[in-house]
């Protein structure tokens, strides 16, 4: 294997083989630096939010997971015989509306709020 060239003329004096085995080891090398600056820059940040009396998280404003429960949806159809049965319009539509709607004459429209 050819020793890496220090100057761009060197580079004229090496073959394709060692080229692409260059542009490769520099491609690993890039990946490898990359890594291990943002590591070290993750733990300087974190050391310095740490100082603050703060976690990482609240200096980026990082949320994990899901921020509570989801407000419920309004109803967007009722039954008329019995105005309890509400449906959002969201999921499985319910018995009572598969019922009506195989009814000749019935569109879902007919049970809009």
């Given at each position: 294997?050819?020793?890496?060239?220090?100057?761009?003329?060197?580079?004229?004096?090496?073959?394709?083989?060692?080229?692409?085995?260059?542009?490769?080891?520099?491609?690993?090398?890039?990946?490898?630096?990359?890594q291990t600056?943002?590591?070290?820059?993750?733990?300087?940040?974190?050391?310095?939010?740490?100082?603050?009396?703060?976690?990482?998280?609240?200096?980026?404003?990082?949320?994990?997971?899901?921020?509570?429960?989801?407000?419920?949806?309004?109803?967007?159809?009722?039954?008329?015989?019995?105005?309890?049965?509400?449906?959002?319009?969201?999921?499985?539509?319910?018995?009572?509306?598969?019922?009506?709607?195989?009814?000749?004459?019935?569109?879902?429209?007919?049970?809009?709020?």
């Amino acid at each position: 294997m050819a020793r890496p060239p220090q100057t761009a003329t060197d580079l004229a004096d090496l073959g394709l083989k060692d080229l692409i085995d260059l542009q490769q080891r520099v491609a690993v090398a890039i990946v490898e630096r990359q890594q291990t600056e943002r590591a070290d820059l993750k733990s300087k940040i974190a050391a310095l939010a740490a100082e603050a009396g703060l976690s990482l998280d609240e200096v980026l404003g990082l949320r994990r997971g899901r921020s509570g429960p989801k407000a419920p949806v309004a109803p967007k159809y009722r039954n008329p015989e019995n105005p309890e049965e509400t449906w959002s319009g969201r999921g499985r539509k319910p018995n009572w509306l598969v019922a009506k709607l195989q009814k000749r004459g019935t569109a879902i429209d007919d049970f809009t709020i």
